[in-house]
């Protein structure tokens, strides 16, 4: 679920030619293996669990200030992007971890060599 923002800030990166590894949107997005809803009966609160590929559980939430503004359509959408919002870091430190281990691998293989 790429949003409007998303989709121009990967047309600028990509315009900008910067290529190095990172997360994109679609990254996100497919990291997510299942989402669940749930409204806390008299409330206007709304919770989304993502659960992601390796079985680690996100949780976003939404409330409407006024009972009259509760909409479960709305209160699901903003749950869910609050919820996809704090997908960004952890991938974000998954593949700095990543490149720092390969960055590693390669000093201690040129080590070996030397």
């Given at each position: 679920m790429t949003t409007p923002s998303?989709?121009?800030?990967?047309?600028?990166?990509r315009s900008k030619g910067l290529n190095a590894p990172r997360?994109?949107?679609?990254?996100?997005?497919?990291?997510?293996?299942?989402k669940q809803f749930h409204v806390f009966p008299g409330t206007t609160v709304t919770v989304c669990c993502l659960t992601l590929l390796n079985g680690f559980n996100v949780v976003g939430e939404s409330a409407a200030a006024s009972p009259e503004n509760f909409n479960i359509d709305i209160g699901q959408k903003v749950?869910?992007?609050?919820?996809r919002n704090k997908i960004w870091p952890l991938l974000g430190f998954e593949l700095r971890s990543s490149l720092h281990l390969a960055q590693q691998q390669w000093l201690a293989a040129m080590k070996q060599e030397g």
């Open positions: 998303e989709r121009s800030l990967e047309q600028e990166i997360i994109t949107p679609d990254m996100v997005d497919q990291s997510i293996a299942a749950a869910f992007e609050n919820a």
